[in-house]
């Protein structure tokens, strides 16, 4: 067989290609995770006791290597004029509501990952680069990532940054429920330095409960909602109030998974292999179809001649 | 058998001991019942089953600043890793202005009845621990400073109170002169009067008694002032602004004894309203013998101030001869009259002025006295209020 045909040549391509794909997206399987554990940790953040001292975004930087201005700048309220979100060099933030009345205290309020029971950044990474783990937190790894940002988009909270201004090797930076530190039985580090326990880390189920208590004996004090019980199907961060969250900047989100619809189409159209064969199929029915009509075309021409 | 009865013998007295112990330490509070904290019938030291905070209706703490400790250095749970040094908190000063806002209890509040407990009793040092449902010792404290602090100072400043750690900076001569002190927050004075000024058609102005509400009528600092902060007084970032208030708010503290819907001109008027006077309000002229009480006493639903009947039994049971000290009225009966009963003389059911023509033709009160008068200073002895 010194001359190989076309069909031959396909055949050879589409044996090697289904190898390949089964050789290498095996380990991918293996590595990234997303486990739902029944002992996944939370917070849960009481904004109705938060300060607003930004402790919390100095550990935090601390904690990640990021670079960090002097402890007593953070005493500086003026940031609170404009709204911040997390960024690629703050992953967490505070910002500040006005006080509703004039014996009231402003609301300050804590934006980090959510830390979703059903993560959407996990679900639509598509190198796995993305893990839920068994204690709760959502991580990524660079290894793996390709710079593709889809989790960016698929996060329902917009949380994943991306360092655009590096030009080599940049990063998704997000909070990663300080996973370096919970492994050694540490507590996450704004946790750990929030003066007035803001934050409450504890097993998810336990804070639920917490919270329910909690609202039942200070019904003045909170309204009856803990966000993040229910959204999006559940996250790990959750949090109190004493005004309606959509004054507070919460995205009102339902109660089911952002992954949800994307993934059952996705994961529909995709199993046993039907785009790949469905393109084949639709090809050569196109062909077929146009090698019946060619001869009854060259016929109608030859009659005119 | 004979061991079993011994056996018995030895464990009864221990099992009653053991029983009697958990009541030495804190149900020896009266009208205490033990389903007010605890949720099951048999608390036990492994299982308390203690209800969940708060359990304000039962804390009653009865100590003076004075009796508490004066300087506390708050480093329970002080860590090398602390970015700032221990705080050395003037209980004493805190103690004293507490005094306006509702006393130990504001800080203390779940205080169980008996002796004060500090905070770490309830509150755990280690934030990483098994029950989350109430804050750590850390928490715990920086919520009630800064409940008051951010308004003090207007701000989240956290060397206001604390030493950055590593400093070397000696105390302020000011904290150093305060602990020698006796008294560091002076005593609030209770003003007489506040006149406030109104634009509504019942008159100009509202006189509010100040000093008759504490005195007369038994109000404490705290049954009003609780839920104020110190800018109040010190006027510092934040103060209340009454113009701002709505009507409904400026109403709610009078409205709790007062009818403010119908009997406006109760408080609002264009002249000075009167003093508080039984006799003209009620007709029962509570000054020779009821003066010293407070109003509670007979009235005993506070702030619900329902009539009660003139009638001295009504209140004070049957008076007869045997059981009736006459001397604290300032007449010792002599022989004759001591015998007598009751209502031979005062007829009234308010045993006012007594009537001496049930026996004789020529005699009256006071020319002639059943007795002997005790001459005008005496003070009767006061009955415990």
Redesign the interface.
Known sequence: MAHQTRRDFLKTAAIAGATLTGISSNPTKAAQQNVLSENRMGVLVDTTVCIGCRKCEWACKTAHNLPTQPLESYDDKSVFKSMRRPNDKELTVINEYPARSWDDYPTTVKVQCMHCDKPACVSACIVGAFSKVENGSVIWNGDKCIGCRYCMVACPFQIPAFEFEKALKPDIKKCDFCFDRTKEGKLPACVEICPNEVLTYGPREELVRVAHQKIQLYPKRYINYIYGENEVGGTSWMYLANRHFKELQFPALGGSPAPGVSEAIQHGIFAYFVPPIALYALLGGVMWINKNRKPSDSDSEGRHE | MKKMILSLIVAIPLLISAQTKVGDNHASAPGLKCLTCHSCPIPTKENPCLK???REGMIRIDQKPEDGPKIIIIDKFKKQSD?YMPVRFSHLAHAEMSEMGGGCRMCHHYNPPGNVIGCSECHEVS??RAD??K??L???Y??HC?DCH?AWTG????NYCHLPNGANRPLPEKSKADESKKRIHPKVETPEKILFSTNTNYGKTVLFRHQEHNKVFGFDCSDCHSNESCVKCHKAQ?T??VS?LSAADKHKKCLECHDTKSSCNMCHSNKETNAFDHMAKTGFDNSKFHGELACIRCHTTKGKFTGLSPDCNSCHGIWTQSNFNHKITGVVLDETHSGAECKDCHQEKNFAKPVCTNCHDDKSFPANVPGKLIPKGWIPIKKNK
């Not at chain 2, 701000?155 to 956290?158: A, K, N, Q, S």
């Open positions: 969940p905070c708060p970015l934030r990483k989350v449902s804050p750590d850390k928490g715990a920086h919520r800064m951010r701000g989240t400043d956290c934040k209340i602004e701002k």
